[in-house]
Each structure stands twice: as C-alpha cells, then as structure tokens.
C-alpha cells in the first residue's frame, strides 16, 4: 500500500476542520473512516451473497481485528484476550510512539475483512481510498502502522481458522427428514439446507451452541384444535389483511441476501443486506448520532458482532435440531394451496427466528452500549427503495423486527416469542462475559 501525502477534495476540508476545530474534532471526523469501511465491507459481503450466519462471520473477525489494533493504543480499554473463547494474545509493538492506530486499525480491518470474502479485489480498491482519508502521514509512522495492522490482522485470522469453519465445509450434503412435520425445501426455488453444521463453529461468549437452548416448538399436528394448527392459523389470518403499515415493516425486516425471482423459466437474484447486515448499520448510525470516539465505534461495533455471531450459532442449533416445519409447506397441504406468503421462505427450518433472536441480542448490546432510551432513524433500507424508520430504542426496533416475520407468513408466533428469550440469553451473556473497559470487573 503506498503512502498518501496530500489531501484531496473532502479530505482537504477535513484537513482544515482539524486546525480550526483541534484534535478532538479531527478525531471524530476521521471516525466517518471506519463507518466508511464497514460500509464497504457490506458492500462486498452483499456482491458475495453470503448466508446469514457466514455473513456474522465476516463482521466478527474484521471488527476484531480493528479494535484489538486500536486498544494496543489505548490503556482505557482491554482485549478480547482472556475473555472470549480462545482468543490470543496480541502483544505491544516495539515502537508504540511511532504508530498511528487509526490508521492501523483501518488496515486491519480491510486486511482481515478482504481475506473471508470472495470478491478481495473489490474491497481493495476502495481500501486505498478510505485510507488516503487518513491525510498525510510520516513514512515511518505509515509504514509501522500498516506493519501493525497486519500483525493484529494475521493474529485475528489465525484465531478464525480454528472456529471449525473450514471443517463444516467438508461435511456431507445435508438429509432431510421423511418425517411428518420436519422441513422440506420451499418455494420458488427449494433451496438445500442452508448451514446445517453451524452450530458446530466456535461461539465467541457462550459456553457452547446449546446453553440458551430454547423450549421445544408445539409438536406438529394437523388437527385443527392443536396447539400447532392454530399457530399456523394466526399465520393464514394475519398475512390475508395485512395493513400497509404491517407490509412496510416486514419489507424492511425482510433483510433476505438472496431473493430469487422467477420469470417463466429465467431465475434471477436480488441481492439484498443480511439480518446481521441490517444491525450492523444500526450500529453505525447510532454511533455517528452518538459522537463516539474511533475505540468507542469500534468497541460498539464489536460487541454488535459478537451478539450477531453466537446468536446465529445458537439459533442455528436451534434449527437443526427441531427441523420445523415452514408456514408455506403446511398451509399449501392442509388449507390453501394457492396461499404464497408476503415474504420468500428462507432456505432452513422454521424454529426459532433468526431474526428474532439476533435483533433482540443485538439491541440488548447496543442499549447498554449508549442508552435503553436511544432514540434512532435508520436509514439502513433506503438504498433499497423503503423509507427511513424512526425507533424510540433498540429494543422497539428488535421487537419490529421480529413480529415482521410474522406478516411476512414465514414464522409461527412460538418461534418468535421464544427467539427473543433466546436472543435476551445471548445478550445478557455477551454483555456479562465480555468486558472491555479497564478496570470492569466480570
């Protein structure tokens, strides 16, 4: 990467930000840098079509990465060493004075993000842009910055590598059950199971994939006075007089990284962000609302992403272990077979919703992380022509975000109510184990 020794543009006009307004402020307009990359590697990750749960990957390391650079700056707060599962320690460098972690971090975060993603070459090129926002830079400092970086970003890769990642790709292609009630592809496309083995991937602050295991889901039966049926009822009764208000809200939610559609015999994609996609911007936009400091960003967007990867593990196992049947399958077979819900069924078991396990975990973090009474616009959809959203909190916006699969007609109430006390479990416990303020006890 080669050194840039010249503002340009907005960059110039950051430059002069900084000498009128002092450090303070300079600081905190260079942190637009670090939201700019977390944008970027959305961008890529959506190109990519990557699952939900691969996706929480992605952000997991490449955020780690970025504040485990930073915090060797910063005695105010701690690493994830000692604190998240097997997490390793990363030492000092030798010349701490001759850094600029900014900068350091940046490039870990690229660095790492670029190595787990398909399209490396796209986020390279706008790499050298967000860095460039960085200004001009001592040739020794850069180059030491740009060392450190990857230092921390080889540390961060190789703690990936033992997650059991690589493992699950080798496993045998998923069998479904003949069993009555258990998951069978759907449509337009029936899709393969996506991620059967994803509770067998290291979680980062839980115990194992079944700590917050959730109560079993009513046990399938067609009989109409069946706990199950009148669940499958409510689905049936409240996607056919939908409000435009409830179609919004579950078009918003929907968050689906891979919506097929079909026109005679032509398929076709429409790539969209993921659940944890979606969070992650929600992230970033209430941190820039908030004025956060380059290690409080990155410290919030960490957390973000540790919620988003165990509940993901968690719910998953969930998944796999019931195989429940979707909404769409049982609808079609006993009460109308012209039924299509509002949204595209995704491609893996109905209990829980992932949804409505990693909004709840996520907004338990970001609440403790800067206010239960949060007020916040997310603009996350309008690149994909919804209108912005105005939330009183992060947990207002969890709950939208989970009863929107219930208008979308592909979960039942049960995996809902029961995926948010999943996802409660797997805030609380991201928020109890991982402490990154110095001096916080456990």
Known sequence: MEKVVRHRGWQWL???????????????????????????????????IFSPPVASRIYLYANAAAYETLVLGDSRYVSLHNQANMFPKI???????????????????????????????????????ILAGVGEVDEVIYQNSLRLGEMVSDSILAWSSRDNYAATRKKR????????????????????????????????????????????????????????????????????????????????????????NTQGHLNFATKKLSPGGHWMS????????AGKSWIETSKVYLLTSIALFDGFISCWDEKYRSQMIRPETVINAYMDEK??????????????SGHSVISTAAALVLERELGEGF?????????????????????????????SRLYGGIHYRSAIVNGQKQGRGIGNQVIQKIRLNAGIGK
């Open 173 to 260: 292609r998923y069998a479904y059950s003949k069993e009555k009630g258990k998951w069978t592809p759907t449509p337009p496309g029936y899709i393969d199971a996506v991620e059967p083995y994803w509770s067998q991937i290291r979680p980062v602050a839980l115990d194992s994939a079944a700590q917050f295991k959730p109560v079993p889901p009513p046990a399938f039966n067609t009989d109409a006075a069946s706990d199950f049926m009148k669940e499958v009822k409510e689905v049936y009764d409240v996607t056919r007089k939908l409000s435009k208000e409830e179609i919004l809200i579950a078009s918003f939610w929907d968050c689906n990284p891979f919506y097929l």
């Open 339 to 352: 039924w299509r819900p509002l949204l595209q069924t995704p491609p893996f078991p109905e209990y829980t």
């Open 91 to 129: 030492d000092q460098p030798a010349a701490a004075s001759h850094i600029n972690y900014e900068l350091a971090a940046l490039y870990a975060f690229l660095r790492t993000g670029g190595k787990l993603v398909f399209s490396e070459p796209m986020l390279k090129d706008s790499s050298e842009h």
């Open 14 to 48: 950051v430059g002069v930000w900084c000498m009128l307004a002092g450090h303070m402020a300079c600081a905190q307009a260079r942190t637009e840098l670090l939201h700019r990359a977390q944008e970027n590697l959305t961008r890529v990750i959506v190109h990519d």
């Open 375 to 403: 007020v916040f616009d997310d603009r996350t959809e309008m690149p994909y022509g919804l209108p912005m959203r105005r939330f009183a909190s992060f947990t207002a916006a969890a709950e939208e975000a989970a009863i």
């Open 282 to 289: 929600i992230a970033g936009q209430a941190t820039q609302r």
